[in-house]
């Protein structure tokens, strides 16, 4: 059995080691947002599942380092981050917003590179990648008007948006982090072979079911939605209803990993 990657590096916060784990949930922040996001989650799903949140540059106890604005490159640096990490359990991916963006190209390069693949792909609050960002670049907006689309999206606590302080800290990781998002270009490539899971919310203004729905378009496997009570950050405002799903979700991925070890265990070929 292999050993498993020793602890900490920078790219990992915040994680909640199981003694047996049968499978790793890599967690993605949405824009602006650090481990501190999943820090609970761990207490929602089966012992046997870990939650492992992922820290960006730029972000949380990287703040010091410099957030990146373009994906490819955060695509590409979270890959050579976290690769360790993908070898010695199996493992699915998260994200939300920005992080649904990221968790996808990830899955994408992890296959074309090393010929990994996630046991499941979990998208929330984000249209499918395919459908063009026609709003105008956020991330270029003089001070004032940006401070305005951070109070209508209504994911920066009010505290920090108060603050001057905390402001100048902040401003510019949101702005490398909606560049990151409003420059990205899809590339049309292979579908992933793992079920894909999408998250919306009900009261949610940007993002419709129907943008959500057409993440199907990016698997071979089984596709499923789920829609939240909330806007765009339902995830914490319904967040034990979304955390429920989330679980038996997990819950069923684990026992779909358990029949395939039996089936491989009795010589069985199953998917």
Same mark, same amino acid.
């Given at each position: 059995?292999?050993?498993?990657? !020793?602890?900490?590096?920078?790219?990992?916060?915040?994680?909640? !080691?199981?003694?047996?784990?049968?499978? !790793?949930?890599?967690?993605?922040?949405?824009?602006?947002?650090?481990?501190?996001v999943f820090h609970k989650w761990h207490k929602y799903v089966s012992s046997d599942v870990e939650i492992y949140p992922v820290q960006l540059p730029g972000h949380g106890m990287r703040l010091r380092e410099v957030a990146f604005t373009s994906m490819d490159a955060l695509v590409e640096s979270t890959l050579n981050g976290?690769?360790?990490f993908f070898f010695d359990c199996p493992f699915a991916l998260f994200g939300h917003s920005m992080g649904a963006l990221l968790a996808f190209e990830l899955g994408r390069l992890l296959r074309a590179r090393h010929n990994l693949e996630p046991e499941k792909l979990i998208v929330s609050g984000r249209r499918a990648p395919q459908l063009a960002d026609n709003e105008s670049?956020?991330?270029?907006?003089?001070?004032?008007?940006?401070i305005l689309q951070l109070h209508r999206l209504n994911g920066t606590p009010h505290e920090i948006l108060s603050n001057r302080e905390m402001l100048e800290l902040v401003l510019p990781i949101l702005r490398a982090d909606f560049e990151v998002v409003q420059t990205y270009t899809y590339r049309a490539g292979e579908k992933l072979s793992c079920p894909i899971k999408a998250f919306g919310g009900l009261r949610e203004e940007t993002v419709s079911e129907s943008d959500l729905m057409l993440w199907a378009d990016h698997t071979i496997g089984a596709f499923s939605l789920s829609m %939240? !009570?909330?806007?765009?950050?339902? %995830?914490?405002?319904s967040q034990q209803e979304f955390m429920a799903v989330v679980a038996n979700d997990l819950s069923e991925t684990v026992a779909m990993l358990r029949k395939r070890r039996s089936q491989k265990g009795n010589g069985v070929v199953g998917y």
């Open positions: 059995m292999t050993a498993k990657p !020793r602890l900490p590096t920078p790219w990992l916060a915040n994680v909640q !080691r199981r003694q047996t784990p049968s499978l !790793r949930l890599f967690c993605l922040p949405y824009a602006g947002g650090s481990t501190v976290l690769l360790p670049p956020v991330y270029k907006l003089p001070e004032n008007e940006f %939240i !009570r909330g806007d765009h950050f339902f %995830i914490h405002q």
